[in-house]
């Protein structure tokens, strides 16, 4: 009896490939693979040096491998690894691939899930049949409550997945943007704890 191979995939949200992770990534598929192909957007990369000739953020990559076959496909809607078979050697570059991507996530997949939003809602549930809340709270709960649904909202709507051919250190606006949001998110959050404070 002979076990049968199996596709894999995984999907990431919110990736930001910087040029660091691009190339350690690169690395490893060139590594291990017998062939590669890689189109971003309207290129077609033959070196890894061809991305930092690109001057733009690249919108849609797709790296394909052969022997073994994996690939990965990063649009503005999302990123996805997949491979077909699941042999030893082709599940260790897809494990290895997947920590990359994985690590190129920004922190703000954890605050705009849809679990986040219903596990606050659930939170503020339990508290009121625990405690005995003053009055003026239910102000500052659907002021943190409306905060992270326009937080959540933003993030979903704009680009999710992004190749960005710039070390990190470049373009400072770009590679803090989800900070700023973050820190605009906590202020609001501190503002409404400092309210519930005083109404205590």
């Known amino acids: 009896m002979k076990k049968l191979n199996q596709s894999r995939n995984k999907k990431f949200k919110f990736v930001r490939l910087y040029l660091?992770?691009?190339?350690?990534l690169w690395n490893l598929l060139?590594?291990?693979?017998?062939?590669?192909?890689?189109?971003?957007?309207?290129?077609?990369?033959?070196?890894?040096?061809?991305?930092?000739?690109?001057?733009?953020?690249?919108?849609?990559?797709?790296?394909?491998?052969?022997?073994?076959y994996l690939n990965i496909r990063i649009s503005p809607l999302w990123c996805e690894l997949s491979i077909l078979e699941d042999e030893e050697k082709t599940?260790?570059?897809?494990?290895?691939?997947?920590?990359?991507?994985?690590?190129?996530?920004?922190?703000?997949?954890f605050l705009t899930s849809y679990l986040t939003i219903w596990a606050f809602i659930i939170t503020e549930g339990m508290?009121?049949?625990?405690?005995?809340?003053?009055?003026?709270?239910?102000?500052?709960?659907?002021?943190?409550?409306?905060?992270?649904?326009?937080?959540?909202?933003?993030?979903?709507?704009?680009?999710?997945?992004?190749?960005?051919?710039y070390e990190k250190k470049a373009f400072w606006f770009i590679r803090k943007k989800d900070?700023?949001?973050i820190a605009i998110f906590a202020a609001i959050a501190g503002s409404a704890f400092t309210l519930l404070a005083q109404a205590l």
Request: one cysteine or more; glycine letters at 4%; a positive charge.
């Open 20 to 24: 660091t992770e691009l190339n350690e």
């Open 30 to 68: 060139e590594q291990n693979c017998k062939r590669m192909e890689v189109k971003a957007d309207q290129y077609q990369i033959e070196k890894f040096d061809d991305f930092k000739t690109i001057k733009n953020p690249i919108k849609n990559l797709d790296i394909t491998c052969y022997t073994p």
């Open 91 to 109: 599940l260790g570059i897809f494990e290895k691939a997947k920590e990359i991507l994985h690590k190129s996530q920004g922190i703000l997949r």
């Open 127 to 165: 508290l009121g049949l625990v405690f005995e809340l003053p009055q003026g709270y239910k102000l500052v709960y659907y002021l943190l409550l409306g905060s992270l649904i326009v937080l959540s909202t933003y993030t979903k709507l704009k680009k999710q997945a992004l190749v960005i051919p």
């Open 179 to 181: 900070d700023i949001i």
